[in-house]
Nanobody, 123 residues
Framework: QVQLAESGGGLVQAGDSLRLSCAGSGRTFSNYAMGWFRQAPGKEREFVAGISWRGSIAYNGDSVKGRFTISRDNDKNTVYLQMTRLSFEDTAVYYC????????????????WGKGTLVTVSS
């Protein structure tokens, strides 16, 4: 079992930057590939970014390429999502999730989930 807890969400203005954190506990954090997803009201949960076990490979969803960066610190059992040039369309609840394999970044493929943190971008 892996417990995940997101933090860092809040209300920002368009064009601002924000960094989300996800702290993991339980089983060995470095055994898991980590991902960030988001869900806006009335929309399906969307892949944002993913990272391999040691952080050597990162993946980005098409809508955030060039703006969002995922990273991790296994010594701190934490994965981060640095978000820049935020826009109203980035408003959503952001979730971190874990799974064993670095592939198939879809919600159904993730094993563990946090409860999410809300990011609201005012236009």
């Amino acid at each position: 079992q892996v417990q995940l807890a997101e933090s860092g969400g809040g209300l920002v203005q368009a064009g601002d930057s924000l960094r989300l954190s996800c702290a993991g506990s339980g089983r060995t954090f470095s055994n898991y590939a980590m991902g960030w997803f988001r869900q806006a009201p009335g929309k399906e949960r969307e892949f944002v970014a993913g990272i391999s076990w040691r952080g050597s490979i990162a993946y980005n969803g098409d809508s955030v390429k060039g703006r969002f960066t995922i990273s991790r610190d296994n010594d701190k059992n934490t994965v981060y999502l640095q978000m820049t040039r935020l826009s109203f369309e980035d408003t959503a609840v952001y979730y971190c999730a874990a799974k064993l394999y670095v592939s198939n970044w879809v919600p159904d493929a993730m094993t563990y989930w946090g409860k999410g943190t809300l990011v609201t971008v005012s236009s």
